[in-house]
């Protein structure tokens, strides 16, 4: 459980002034001492913080610490500025309303540091990413350029802001920066060209000469040499705990992180350097012959440096710095300048130079980090100005920044004590009042349009001749005279006149803080802040982007002759605006007191805080807190807020507001006098109420949240469930149906099975019964076959014995004889008449048939054979038919004939033309016409003859000249006589008696001796009117030589007596040829 703490706890002396008791002076420093002795340095006054400057760090400001107060009740821890911040912080983010918180208290008192402190809170607890946090560190790093460039080390604080700053931050509706603006007020310019002693000029020349690198130095024309510069104050140029090197690096980054280009820094350097140039031009007189002294440059090296540097003509510079132009309605006069104007005017010059620098480097840093998006925003304003400053030597500068704190402790009073008193009047509570400085009189004495201090300053600015600081103090003099807050020596009816405390030259003012001497030296010149128009125009004409742009009305088309406002009249305009801005937001007060003026740390000097606690009107402010209600709010919202606390107004309250407050109220108990009911608003004396009322609305509020969780959670479950349930009964009824059809699917698949078994039984059943009924059938079949063959057979029988037998075997028979032809007649022979080929007979009863069919067949091919033949062709057969009827089987000779052709006509007679004449003697057609040997009668040599046969005869005739020897007549011819063997020999035997006989038979050998003689027997055969030749085949036979007979006789002789037949006649009865044997 977390444990509630408490602004209570722990406490020491009381963090809350309001406790003090007794409230007096004295116990208020008491406490606040006791807590600043115990590092307690914050303590609160309601809800304005009063912060102790420590001059040492203390361990309050850790990330831990920040994460203590984010999103706490103010007065639930110890006081804090933290806690302030985060006040402020939400009531921006939750309520809407924009804040201011206000800063306050003497220089030095730990404004700059507070204002430091509530920025970094805010920019911890706010919304974090990448743009955000660009944002916020460009937000923060805008702190270290414009310290570096508006603070300076003063007798009172060594980091005193000499200028003021407003920061507005802007948020989006989520509470993250978008951006800021910072508005700058009056930098105390003068601290350029002088410093009171033990002070520094600003920061930032001392940081450039000690932390600048060398090439950086040389580059802007500068020595790391503080003495070498006038401007530079050398009796505190180093102090302590500053380390200037550092800080020139931070502070060129943070102008990286701001957004400054590498040129602008560069160019802001060079500006730098030029005010620290500018310091160390002097210069001398020079006497003009009408008794005036001009001025003249003393040493021109540091003009031409700061000329280069600026890129300004130097001669353009000297000018100004000896001439004064004045124009006046079309008219220019020159005049010249002595010494100490030329100082005035260098001095001028610088000051202008770095004071409008430094109102530039506020208005880039505002280009940077202003809000991006133009979304409303909500605003937080941080003011940090200034504090009230009484030094020994008071001058414009502080008149005008104690006016400005003048004007906030106004707007405290305003805020804090008046208007809460008026309000409590308005509001028609019952009210003691309490008394309280009111200060609005002294800024009257300022500010007033008439005759307030700056209003006649101004006056007598403008004013026509001679004016002085004098004739403006005569003029205070005489109309602030009766003011009851000024004091002045030279008043006529003063009763100052003897105060030696007050010299003569200088006013004072009885501050709200304390009274202030001033002295009116340089008053009209700091209020005139005049710039001789030369020098603007000289800077204008720099060749340097940044001088131009800052004067630009150096610029001589732009020659305005009207005076620009004064600076006394600009910044009361810019507090006015200030003091209007601040007004409409939320204000949260912080004010700081410093406790010793030694920037020591646990020293507290009770004189010196006892005056800050005074002229802060602090004791005041608690009175009226005291006195007062911590807390008010109009009835409607303070009813909306707290409704749900009472059952009746909640949730709606019908009726007026405020008796729905009073109900509310009465229902939680609350002690009456804690409450006042005012016309409008509610009234709540003690915070605890409120913070009771709050912690009550947070339970409310938690309880609320649950219940409306519980009910969206119960809807959303409930509806879930419902889903579900729709969803659950879905998928129930398609898994059911799925389950249905996996069942259904099953049973049908096993009743197809079962069924298929039962059917495949019932078909085997049939099946079997079928068979076996089929085969009772065919066994009744085949019993009735037999039954009736038997009876059949029983039946014929007798027919059978008779027939049958006979009629089966000439059927087989016919059947075997069919078979045997189909079989001859696709295994036939070829046709050709000597194929000795012929199948086989199947069955030896048909031997007979087959050898006749042979025979047939043989017959049938033979005949086939000679029908193709032609008559020659027949002829020539029948010749060789004849022939073998001769000889065949009795002459040796025959067989060697058979292959021959019977050609006949060997020599060709009637084609070759050697035989012409002998074939024209034969007059028939010659049959046969062969050379033969005719066989010498005598001794048995052979001579080759010519042998022609016609029908008729035949013809002997020279073989070389063809000349006919002898033509017998065929018929003379009888027979012929041929031996057995295998010689050429035959004898032609002529008719005993006829005419051809004369000289004997022919003996005559040819190699075609069977065709002769087969010719010779067909021509006798044919012939009617002969007998047929007569062949005698003999190996002895007789021949008739004329009237000898002889007998021819053929013997076998050997082959090796020569191959050829030899005949030789032996003697007159015997010729022996000899035939050899074959081999
Ligand atoms: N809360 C603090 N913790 C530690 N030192 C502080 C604190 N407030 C101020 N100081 C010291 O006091 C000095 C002056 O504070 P600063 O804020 O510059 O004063 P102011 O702005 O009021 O003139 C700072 O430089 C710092 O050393
Ligand atoms: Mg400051």
Redesign the pocket.
Known sequence: MEVKTSLLDNMIGVGDMVLLEPLSEDSFLDNLKKRFDHSE?YTYIGSVVI?M??????PIYTPEKVEEYRNRNFYELSPHIYALADEAYRSLRDQDKDQCILIT??????????SK?VMSYVAAVCGKGHEVNKVKEQLLQSNPVLEAFGNAKTVR?????RFGKYMDIEFDFKGDPLGGVISNYLLEKSRVVKQPRGERNFHVFYQLLSGASDDTLRKLKLDRDFSKYNYLSLDSAAVNGLDDAANFRTVRNAMQIVGFMEDEVQSVLELVAAVLKLGNIEFKPESRCNGTDESRVKDKNDLKEMCELLGIEQSVLERAFSYRTVEAKMEKVSTTLNVAQAYYARDALAKNLYSRLFSWLVTRINESIQAQTKARHKVMGVL?IY?FEIFEDNSFEQFIINYCNEKLQQIFIELTLREEQEEYVREGIEWTNIEYFNNAIICDLIENNQNGILAMLDEECLRPGTVTDETFLDKLNTICADHQHFESRLNKNSKFLNDHSLPHNCFRIQHYAGKVLYRVEGFVDKNNDLLYRDLSQAMYKANHSLIKQLFPEGNPAKVNLKRPPTAGFQFRASVGTLMRNLQTKNPNYIR?IKPNDK?ASHIFTDSLVCHQVRYLGLMENVRVRRAGYAFRQPYEPCLERYKMLCKRTWPHWKGPARDGVEVLMADLQIPAEEIAYGRSKIFIRNPRTLFFLEEKRKQCLQDLATLIQKIYRGWKCRTHFLLMKKSQIVVAAWYRRYAQQKKYRNIKSATTVVQSYTRGWQARKLLRELKYQKRCEEAVTTIAAFWHGTQVRREYRKFFRANAGKKIYDFTIQRIIQKYFLGLKSNMPSMSPIDKKWPARPYSFLDGVHTELRKIFHHWRCKKYRDQFTEEKKAVYEEKLEASEIFKGKKALYPSSVSQPFKGDYLEISKNPKYQKLNSAVDEKVLLADVVNKINRANGKGTPRIFLLTKKNFVLADQKTGQVKASIPLPDVTSVSVSTQKDGFFALKLKEGSASAVKGDFLLSSEHLIEIITKLHRIGATAADREKLKVDISDEFLVQFKQDKVCVKFIQSSPKNGNSVSCKRKNNRLLEVSVPTSP
């Open positions: 340095i912060s400057n420590p001059y040492r760090s203390l208290g003497e220089s030095g008192a730990g404004k700059t540091e507070a402190l604080n060594d980091n005193s802001s940090d504090g700081c920037k």
